[in-house]
Nanobody, 119 residues
Framework: QVQLVESGGGLVQAGGSLRLSCAAS????????MGWFRQAPGKEREFVAQ????????SYADSVKGRFTISRDNAKNMVYLQMNSLKPEDTAIYYCAAKIQVIGTYTYWGQGTQVTVSS
């Protein structure tokens, strides 16, 4: 059973940085796509970034492009989200997610980690 555990959230001032981590277990992950999503209060969950485990191809939401970087560590089964130049509108619960094929819906989710950006 695939398990995803996020960490690294917290409170930061606007313009600051945070790095989120996602520890993945219970799968081989080769061929998986790993993603970060977020949900702000009163809003729907939205896509933030994705990385293909094999090859490392990445994609980003327009709202975070140039500020956030997704990466993975194959040896440690870890996925990271480096967030720079944070804005108050980045405040949300951030979720790590996985899917066993690049095409399709995300089927595995972590419990989320809170990111709060103060102005």
């Amino acid at each position: 059973q695939v398990q995803l555990v996020e960490s690294g959230g917290g409170l930061v001032q606007a313009g600051g940085s945070l790095r989120l981590s996602c520890a993945a277990s219970g799968g081989t992950f080769r061929g998986y796509a790993m993603g970060w999503f977020r949900q702000a209060p009163g809003k729907e969950r939205e896509f933030v970034a994705q990385i293909i485990w094999s090859g490392g191809m990445t994609s980003y939401a327009d709202s975070v492009k140039g500020r956030f970087t997704i990466s993975r560590d194959n040896a440690k089964n870890m996925v990271y989200l480096q967030m720079n130049s944070l804005k108050p509108e980045d405040t949300a619960i951030y979720y790590c997610a996985a899917k066993i094929q690049v095409i399709g819906t995300y089927t595995y989710w972590g419990q989320g980690t809170q990111v709060t950006v103060s102005s």
